[in-house]
């Protein structure tokens, strides 16, 4: 149930109440926000009926009432877009530029670099705010969601946006349970998503292991893709440090898998022109050679 509404209460659109959509809706909801979620049939009438389920050994396991339906009817304060990017296209329907209202903030957490500017096109330079999550939360059905680890970190920027804007809203998120940090940068806030996710989902996706099998048995073939994709965010104009990229990967559970890579066990269509594509376009604008990238995407398209 939710807790009493705040005196700055908001009305927060969710499109995608997915894994990490739903987690946000959920959490942003309980904190007495008004939460719409846009969806498919079958899941806005589970939602309208049933709410959102969470389980949580962080956030505690809970349930959360929200309103739900297929397309953005009203303004709203603020549309956090969570779904992936190969449905990116279709689900942008369910919310159109005049629905939103003249103050929306319209917050994308998508894998890749190239939305906000896609984006940006759509619903206005001065609304779009990208974000970046850091969390592991599984949709296991219609309004039901798994948090599993321990933590839920976003860090939000844009720098077409006002820091007024941005502050307000990092509140709002963080006074529902994540961790939030608004960043200065919005090339290096995403690269730096970029540099680790890039290596990390092409390789775990082509060869189908998890990463401790992929530094293990292919270190020098992600030694080369993490310097590759650090010397492409350096020409982009974001800080870079492979060494320190090659520690984080070391560091992570052994069993752990990237979203591509279970994606592909699920038959489900894969991020690899969001992630390798952009990074191979990348590339290519700024004349930065990056051959094991290259090769990493072609073997992916061809599989």
């Avoid at 149930?1 to 009305?11: G, I, V």
């Avoid at 498919?40 to 009438?45: F, M």
């Avoid at 839920?152 to 963080?174: F, K, S």
């Avoid at 094991?292 to 061809?302: D, N």
């Amino acid at each position: 149930m939710t807790n009493t509404p705040p005196a700055d209460r908001l009305t927060v659109a969710v499109l995608g109440p997915g894994g990490v959509g739903g987690l946000l809706a959920a959490l942003v909801a309980r904190a007495g926000h008004r939460v719409i979620c846009l969806a498919g049939d079958d899941t806005v009438r589970t939602l309208r009926a049933d709410g959102i389920h969470v389980r949580s050994a962080h956030f505690g396991d809970f349930t959360a009432v929200v309103e739900a339906d297929t397309e953005l009817r009203e303004p709203v304060d603020a549309c956090l877009i969570t779904v992936k990017h190969t449905a990116l296209d279709a689900a942008l329907a369910r919310v159109p530029a005049s629905a939103l209202g003249e103050t929306a903030l319209v917050v994308p957490f998508l894998n890749g670099i190239e939305h906000p500017a896609a984006l940006r096109d759509r619903y206005g330079r001065d609304r779009v705010a990208p974000a970046v999550i850091r969390v592991e939360s599984t949709r296991t059905g219609p309004g039901m969601i798994e948090h599993g680890s321990p933590f839920a970190e976003i860090d939000l920027t844009g720098d077409t946006v006002a820091r007024g804007r941005l502050d307000a809203l990092a509140g709002v998120l963080a006074a529902a349970g994540p961790v939030v940090r608004v960043q200065q940068d919005e090339t290096a806030t995403l690269w730096a998503k970029m540099s680790f996710l890039a290596p990390f989902a092409l390789l775990t996706t082509r060869y189908g292991l998890p990463l401790g099998d992929v530094r293990t048995h292919h270190r020098a073939e992600l030694t080369a893709l993490v310097e590759e994709t650090a010397a492409v965010a350096r020409a982009c104009g974001a800080p870079a440090d492979p060494a320190q990229a090659l520690a984080r990967y070391d560091a992570f559970p052994p069993d752990t898998k990237s979203s591509m890579q279970r994606d592909a066990e699920a038959g489900r269509a894969l991020e690899l022109d969001a992630i390798g594509g952009a990074l191979l376009r990348a590339a290519d604008r700024h004349g930065v050679p990056t051959p094991a990238a290259r090769e990493l995407v072609e073997a992916l398209k061809t599989r």
